[in-house]
């Protein structure tokens, strides 16, 4: 009986495969751009830097933290972050 089903199966698994694998090329661009993307939201004078270094960062791993860790950093002499009024 269950061999006659064994199509299904493999479909069912080919499927699941499929949702890891785009779940995790989902997850290393968004690992990727991440240190960018703060970067840019707090206007961050290098941020162009920042995401370089976050996305060679998942190559060498020991640069996304510091690639995280930077996208928080003002450089000396910048002007301080504002923050929007509320309504």
Sequence with gaps: MLDSLD???????LVFWGLILATL???????GSLPGDVARKRNH???DAV????WVGLIFVVFWPVAFAWAFVRSP???PATKEAAP
């Design 7 to 13: 199509w299904l199966f493999d479909g069912v698994a």
């Design 25 to 31: 090329v989902i997850g290393f661009v968004w690992l």
């Design 45 to 47: 004078p290098q941020a």
């Design 51 to 54: 995401t370089a270094l976050g």
């Design 77 to 79: 002499g910048a002007a």
